[in-house]
């Protein structure tokens, strides 16, 4: 078996609504307001790609060499890049100067594990991805690395988004493979105190993912 992944895996994107789905079916995970990275692991060295493709790897060489950590010898990682503010919540405004800077408060929380050591993990259940991605990132012991917790409350978990002005959630079916393309197993919802603070970006980029 190759233990060499894929150059680039085009991201799977939740479909958007305004009604969190309930039942047991599904985790909610809460959506960080960042850019989508895609981090390839190939042996000592790192690539970092944005939703597109583009290849980030020489803006960021601080954040890539130190994910070189991540303790396998080949992966592909998707998760959200961020910038804190001081209370903690992520704070686009500030991403872009953050990467020209390849500054070190720069964060990478990430939410699925798509291959490992050559094995491809996109036809396994999300629940199984997750697990696999939590020992991985447990192990990995990288501070700028997180893994993106998921909750079975759905409600719950939105209402705290809604009281600290976080993006939204999205909601994945537990069972769900990992497909490239707009997934409805993947269902977005934004928060009323976040579409009020950005009703630009709300307006311009409703619908991309």
Known sequence: MSASPPKFIPPCR??????????????HE?????????????????????RGGHDWTRRMPCLAEA???????????????????RR????????SAAIARDAPELTVYVFDL???????????????????????????????LHLVEAFDDGAALFRWCEVYELEGIVSK????????????????????????ANRERWRLFEGRG
């Open 14 to 27: 939740p479909t958007s609504g305004t009604r969190l789905p309930k039942g047991g079916a599904w985790l």
């Open 30 to 50: 809460p959506k960080l307001d960042g850019y989508r990275l895609q981090i390839v692991k190939e042996r000592v060295q790192v690539r970092l790609h944005s």
């Open 67 to 85: 994910l070189q950590g991540v303790p396998c010898s080949s992966a592909v990682l998707d998760g959200e890049l961020i910038m804190h503010d």
């Open 88 to 95: 903690g919540r992520p704070y686009f405004n500030g991403l």
């Open 114 to 144: 798509l291959h490992r050591d050559g094995a491809d993990l996109r036809p396994l259940p999300l629940k199984e991805r997750r697990r696999e991605l939590a020992n991985l990132v447990g192990r990995a012991k990288i501070p700028c």
């Open 173 to 196: 079916r537990r069972d769900s493979s990992y497909k490239s393309g707009e997934c409805k197993a993947w269902r977005k919802v934004k928060t009323s105190a976040w579409r009020e």
